[in-house]
C-alpha cells in the first residue's frame, strides 16, 4: 500500500499570503490528523478529521483551518500567514478512530518570510 | 488533561551502548502507547506501540513495557548503532483518538 503522501513538499510565501496543504491518507483510512513541528514546541496537535467531520481541535487560532474530502483526502489551509507560521506540517492517517497507530507522511514545510 | 513527559536531550552515546529514554504519562483512562521515530527531514515512523498494562512493544531491536503502575513506557535498545541517530517521541492515544506527544528526545550515536 502507498503510504501518507503531502503536497507540496516545500513551500515559500510571505506575510498576509494564505496557503493551502493537502494529505492523502493511506488507502482505506479514514482518520486524518494534521500536526505543526515547530524546534522551539515541538509537535503540536492542529486538528482531526473522520468521514468529512472535524472530530478534534488543538489550541490555535481560526487562521488554521481544514477540511476532508468523501475520498479522505484532507486540506489544511491558514489564511493570513505570520512568520510564526514557518513549520513543518504533518499529516497522519488512521484506519479508524479510538487508539489507532497513525501513520505520518513526509511532511510539508512552509517558510514564511 | 492527558500528557507525555520524556526525557530531554540530547543524548550522544558510542556504538553498542545501551540506551534507554525515560517516558511517563497521564492519562484518564487506558490510552494506548507509541514510540515514534524521526529521521532528518522525514516525518515520523512508528516504531513500537503497546496497548494494555504489561504488554512489551518491540521492533529494531528497541523495547518498551506499558507499566500502569508507574504509568511509563521507557525505551531500550541492548546496543545501538550509529543508524539509530534520530529523534524520537513518545505518544498516547486516548479513546477519543486524540494523540499527545512527548517533547522529542534526540539520540546521536558515534563510531
Known amino acids: 500500500k502507498a503510504g501518507v503522501t503531502q503536497t507540496p513538499r516545500y513551500l515559500i510565501k510571505t506575510r498576509g499570503q494564505q496557503v493551502t496543504l493537502s494529505c492523502s491518507p493511506i488507502s482505506g483510512h479514514r482518520s486524518v490528523s494534521w500536526y505543526q513541528q515547530t524546534p522551539g514546541q515541538g509537535l503540536q496537535f492542529l486538528f482531526e478529521y473522520f468521514s468529512e467531520t472535524q472530530r478534534n481541535k488543538g489550541n490555535f487560532p481560526g487562521r488554521f483551518s481544514g477540511r476532508q474530502f468523501s475520498n479522505s483526502r484532507s486540506e489544511m489551509n491558514v489564511s493570513t500567514l505570520e512568520l510564526g507560521d514557518s513549520a513543518l506540517y504533518l499529516c497522519?492517517?488512521?484506519?479508524?478512530?479510538?487508539?489507532?497507530?497513525?501513520?505520518f507522511g513526509p511532511g510539508t514545510r512552509l517558510l514564511v518570510l | 488533561g492527558d500528557s507525555v513527559t520524556q526525557m530531554e536531550g540530547p543524548v550522544t552515546l558510542s556504538e553498542e551502548a545501551f540506551l534507554t529514554i525515560n517516558c511517563t504519562y497521564t492519562a484518564t483512562g487506558y490510552p494506548s502507547l507509541f514510540w515514534y521515530v524521526q529521521y532528518p527531514g522525514e516525518g515520523l515512523q512508528l516504531l513500537l506501540k503497546?496497548?494494555?498494562?504489561?504488554d512489551k512493544g518491540s521492533n529494531k531491536g528497541f523495547e518498551a513495557t506499558y507499566r500502569k503502575e508507574t504509568t511509563s513506557f521507557h525505551l531500550e535498545k541492548g546496543s545501538v548503532q550509529v543508524s539509530d541517530s534520530a529523534v524520537y517521541f513518545c505518544?498516547?492515544?486516548?479513546?477519543?483518538?486524540?494523540?499527545?506527544f512527548g517533547t522529542g528526545t534526540s539520540l546521536t550515536v558515534i563510531p
Open positions: 505518544a498516547l492515544s486516548d479513546t477519543g483518538n486524540q494523540f499527545y
Open positions: 497522519a492517517s488512521s484506519l479508524e478512530r479510538g487508539g489507532e497507530t497513525q501513520y
Open positions: 503497546a496497548t494494555k498494562a504489561d
